[in-house]
């Protein structure tokens, strides 16, 4: 089993900066992909953004098209922590942000944490 931990959501002002983080721990070995995903209230959970070979050097990211620009997606290995710098924040990017692992094994994020609400005020 992999436990993930989401911290550093909160309140911002529309173009401020937020930076939340998740750290993982448990059977880390078994993780390929980190992904960040968020959900707003009446809305889907949509994919933000992907950092792979999360314990390895090197690796590859991507992001929705929504954010691109905006957001950044960094791991530090020593931490077995996944980032996500989040910049020029806009009211419709106000929702729970959760974070996800995915299986080398099942190749599904099999894995989630709990969410940290992130509001972004007009």
């Known amino acids: 089993q992999v436990q993930l931990v989401e911290s550093g959501g909160g309140l911002v002002q529309a173009g401020g900066s937020l930076r939340i983080s998740c750290n993982a721990s448990?059977?880390?070995?078994?993780?390929?992909?980190m992904g960040w995903y968020r959900q707003a209230p009446g809305k889907q959970r949509e994919l933000v953004a992907t950092?792979?070979?999360?314990?390895?050097?090197?690796?590859?990211?991507n992001y929705a098209d929504s954010v691109k620009g905006r957001f950044t997606i960094t791991k530090d290995t020593s931490k077995n922590q996944v980032d996500l710098q989040m910049n020029s924040l806009r009211p419709e990017d106000t929702a729970v942000y959760y974070c996800?692992?995915?299986?080398?094994?099942?190749?599904?994020?099999?894995?989630w944490g709990q969410g940290t609400q992130v509001t972004v005020a007009s």
């Open positions: 950092m792979t070979r999360f314990l390895l050097r090197g690796g590859s990211t």
């Open positions: 996800a692992a995915k299986s080398a094994l099942t190749r599904t994020y099999d894995f």
């Open positions: 448990g059977a880390i070995v078994t993780i390929n992909t």
